[in-house]
């Protein structure tokens, strides 16, 4: 019930995007087509699970008994960036139509702040291994969320009749106020 | 002094790691990138300024490669890095026969004739919501605002005594300064090109006599001399056909008006 309630949270409640305002860069970047919004969503889900995985394991096993506590955002910022190497090299092998649409947004996750962020909230909370897992895989699918449905919405705010002054990034910044205001409805669910 | 050290065994030790990991797993995933993309990656300057009209030094390896784009196509390393590239791609640098901005006004301070002194907003795109379009009598020749200066990213056009003129040596032709001239009077050349009508008055010769003592009159002396048919005039102006112009100077000889130059 507990991991469940954690995964909500991260979800949905505390979405990372639209409550905590963390990884605005490609959400706004990338959300152009459904397509490669969700494969942005594929590739921070893989990201921000196996960092926090990995971040939880290096801070509860090397970090807390040799008392280097002070040295997280160093240590995990080494992780979240090698990960990210790795995940541009598997797209790079295998999915090369997805890796020349993410371009330079790819790489951009190891700054996505929403990745440090996991890392570190796993700690500030004090989760053991397996609920920071949950916790990162809850935000990741909480960033897919937001930004696969902002991609929808852009995609089809490209038909309408937008006033001149409103279009390109005023009216996707509007767009992403009016989602952060109706994913505040979810704060009650907890 | 122990935690210092701690500290450091702990984060190199990751890196370390982490470092092999990514090693073993770049072999492991690598993709197969046609080598000659790779070795003119290297040639190329790599500061992904976009003045080739690609994204970036990556891009433009991969159109090199791909027979897309042409060898000297990188306006930053110019010649030398066209020959090496040309190496490698097998094929000849000179494919290609280099160009240079050429501004086709001579009309400076001393020549060109004022009706006004004009004192404001200095730019060329505002001078046609002036009277006359600009102090000067001639519509048609260089304000001398610079336009072009701010358009160039290889500082290759530079305002003198009032027009602007080319540096040929750093003008690497990439047009930017064509498009930024609002009178159309900078055109690309050949960067070899001997003699070019440097006037782009179309007004009749009266009324370039009146204006501009470096203005082309349109008296046709120079077509009559040219045994190449190199050189019209049309509009009241001459134009050299570089294709055909051996540069044997016979027309600046002749010009009346001396607007035939060699520089």
């Known amino acids: ?190 | 002094m122990n935690g210092v050290i701690i500290a450091t065994l702990v984060v190199s030790l990751t890196g370390l790691i982490l470092g092999i990991f990514l090693g073993v797993m770049g072999k492991k995933f690598a993709v197969e990138v046609d080598e000659k993309q790779i070795k003119v990656r290297e040639q190329l300057p790599g500061n992904n300024c976009g003045g080739c009209g690609y994204a970036g030094c990556d891009a433009l390896a991969k159109a090199i490669a791909a027979g897309e784009a042409a060898v000297g196509q990188c306006p930053v390393g110019g010649a030398a890095v066209a020959a090496k590239i040309a190496e490698i791609m097998g094929t000849e640098a000179g494919d290609e026969a280099r160009k240079t901005a050429f501004v086709k006004c001579a009309g400076d301070c001393e020549k060109a004739k004022e009706n006004y002194k004009y004192s404001g907003v200095k730019d060329c795109s505002v001078m046609p919501f002036v009277p006359n379009g600009g102090s000067k009598t001639c519509t048609f020749g260089c304000m001398g605002f610079g336009s072009c200066v701010k358009a160039c990213d290889f500082d290759a056009i530079h305002i003198v005594n009032g027009i602007a003129k080319v540096d040929k040596e750093k003008c690497k032709a990439c047009g930017k300064c064509v498009a930024a001239c609002p009178r159309h009077l900078i055109e690309l050349i050949p960067y070899d090109a001997t003699y070019k009508v440097k006037c782009a008055s179309k007004d009749k010769g009266k009324d370039v006599i009146a204006s501009c003592s470096a203005g082309c009159i349109g008296c046709m002396m120079c077509t009559k001399q040219c045994e190449h048919d190199a050189i019209t005039v049309e509009n009241n102006i001459a134009h050299i056909d570089y294709d055909k112009c051996v540069g044997c100077g016979k027309c600046a000889e002749k010009c009346p008006k001396k607007i035939i130059h060699l520089d």
């Open chain 1, 1 to 190: 019930m507990n991991l469940i309630l954690i995964a909500i949270g991260a979800a949905l409640v505390n979405n990372v995007v639209l409550s905590q305002f963390l990884g605005l860069c490609p959400f706004l970047g990338v959300s152009k087509k459904i397509n490669t919004a969700a494969g942005m969503g594929g590739a921070v889900i893989g990201v921000i699970t196996v960092a926090s995985a990995i971040c939880s394991l290096i801070y509860n096993y090397i970090l807390v008994p040799l008392d280097l506590v002070y040295l997280n955002t160093i240590v995990f910022i080494l992780v979240i960036a090698s990960l990210v190497q790795f995940v541009e090299m598997v797209l790079k092998k295998c999915s090369h139509n997805l890796y020349e649409a993410l371009g330079v947004y790819l790489p951009l996750i190891t700054t996505n702040c929403a990745v440090l962020g996991v890392a570190l909230t796993n700690v500030q909370n004090s989760y053991n291994f397996i609920e920071s897992v949950v916790c990162g895989l809850g935000t990741a699918i909480g960033f897919a969320i937001a930004i696969v449905i902002m991609a929808g919405i852009r995609e089809r705010n490209e038909d309408n009749d937008v006033p001149e002054s409103f279009k390109g990034m005023p009216i996707v910044l509007l767009t992403a106020g009016l989602m952060s205001i109706a994913f505040f409805g979810f704060s009650g669910i907890l």
